[in-house]
């Protein structure tokens, strides 16, 4: 059985406390005496810093910790609870002030595999199906109109634990998906996410030998792709160790995808700066990935010497190692090779003396 349906809006080296924060949602006193409102609680993985040579552990800390923006962007959680061996029904959670509400409902004793993701508003379409065809050995989940890059931390439930007072202390292991609907005002559920993307960040700077003569100024940073800026996402997801089993990615267009990081003009300075807005992209589809600045030059004294001077940098290398989850930082030096070009006050002759 498959369940499709459109969706409305929505480096550390030391391993993270777990932490969870508790949620309320709406209650019905018309429901049945066997059904309940169920009440969410969720953290998410951190992303990972890594360099060439080495990935850098993580653990999971609140959500809202690591995407503040959930209070003013109204972040919704879209829930599958399924039925084993393949009834499945969708379930919005959304994020208002400092709770996650929902109108949710499950039923007491009775056994509930949870799949889903977050935001919602950042997938066009979604649908889910059983592996096997029983939801007991896991899901597929289809999505459609991801955009390839995305200011959006697109995220997976890869773990669930319920219990049924939000003050207990509780371990969530990864992989488990197994949720049992229990009597009134005990149903409290834990859900750990992971990431679908891998995210990059760029820290630039100019030449010191170059700053002694001239000025940077940037104005844009633009990250391009020349295959595809939209893409659809199957996942399979299985309980064990390795929730997320596999991603297979589909280009839907042949545009090409851009994503612009800096759009206003800085001047840089000899010390690596971290600019533009957060950038997740889909990097098990990643081809042709290229950075293109453009900048002017001035000389010491506020003279433009040269305008709208561009480079590009191929990213490919650079990333083709980089997997989903991991946060890759790029260091840049502006250094171009026309140091030498001369500005009209280069040109005043000085003073001969003698000694």
């Known amino acids: 059985?498959?369940?499709?349906?459109?969706?409305?809006?929505?480096?550390?080296?030391?391993?993270?406390?777990?932490?969870?924060?508790?949620?309320?949602?709406?209650?019905?006193?018309?429901?049945?005496?066997?059904?309940?409102?169920?009440?969410?609680?969720?953290?998410?993985?951190?992303?990972?810093?890594?360099?060439?040579?080495?990935?850098?552990?993580a653990g999971y800390?609140?959500?809202?910790?690591?995407?503040?923006?959930?209070?003013?962007?109204?972040?919704?959680?879209c829930a599958y609870l399924t039925i084993a061996p393949s009834d499945a029904s969708l379930r919005r959670f959304v994020y208002e002030t400092d709770h996650w509400h929902s109108n949710a409902i499950v039923k007491n004793g009775v056994d509930y595999y949870i799949y889903g993701y977050l935001p919602m508003g950042a997938v066009d379409n979604t649908a889910i199906s059983p592996l096997q065809d029983n939801y007991s050995l896991g899901a597929m989940?289809?999505?459609?109109?991801?955009?390839?890059?995305?200011?959006?931390?697109?995220?997976?439930?890869?773990?669930?634990?319920?219990?049924?007072?939000?003050?207990?202390?509780?371990?969530?292991?990864?992989?488990?998906?197994?949720?049992?609907?229990?009597?009134?005002?005990?149903?409290?559920?834990?859900?750990?996410?992971?990431?679908?993307?891998?995210?990059?960040?760029?820290?630039?700077?100019?030449?010191?030998?170059?700053?002694?003569?001239?000025?940077?100024?940037?104005?844009?940073?633009?990250?391009?792709?020349?295959?595809?800026?939209?893409?659809?996402?199957?996942?399979?997801?299985?309980?064990?160790?390795?929730?997320?089993n596999s991603i297979t990615y589909t280009p839907t267009d042949e545009a090409k995808g851009e994503y612009t990081l800096l759009d206003t003009e800085h001047e840089l300075t000899t010390a690596y700066e971290t600019l533009g807005v957060p950038t997740y992209f889909a990097s098990g589809a990643s081809v042709n990935l290229k950075l293109q600045c453009v900048y002017d030059v001035y000389d010491r004294k506020n003279n433009l010497v040269r305008k709208d001077c561009t480079s590009e940098n191929k990213l490919q290398d650079v990333l083709q190692t980089i997997k989903r989850g991991e946060r890759r930082t790029i260091k840049l030096t502006v250094k171009p090779t026309f140091i030498y070009v001369l500005s009209d006050p280069d040109l005043d002759s000085p003073t001969v003396v003698t000694e």
């Open 1 to 57: 059985m498959k369940r499709r349906m459109t969706i409305y809006d929505t480096l550390l080296w030391a391993v993270l406390l777990l932490m969870v924060w508790g949620v309320s949602s709406c209650s019905d006193d018309s429901e049945p005496m066997d059904e309940d409102t169920l009440e969410l609680l969720s953290y998410s993985r951190e992303m990972e810093e890594v360099t060439r040579t080495a990935t850098v552990p």
């Open 61 to 77: 800390q609140l959500y809202v910790t690591q995407h503040p923006e959930v209070v003013e962007e109204e972040h919704a959680i």
């Open 141 to 244: 989940l289809h999505m459609e109109g991801l955009d390839y890059f995305s200011n959006k931390d697109i995220s997976l439930i890869v773990g669930v634990k319920g219990t049924e007072n939000a003050d207990d202390d509780v371990e969530v292991k990864l992989g488990n998906f197994l949720y049992q609907g229990k009597g009134r005002n005990q149903n409290h559920v834990y859900l750990l996410f992971d990431h679908l993307y891998s995210a990059l960040r760029f820290s630039i700077r100019v030449d010191q030998n170059y700053a002694e003569m001239r000025k940077i100024h940037i104005k844009s940073i633009v990250l391009t792709s020349s295959a595809t800026s939209k893409v659809n996402a199957d996942i399979v997801m299985k309980p064990g160790a390795t929730p997320i």
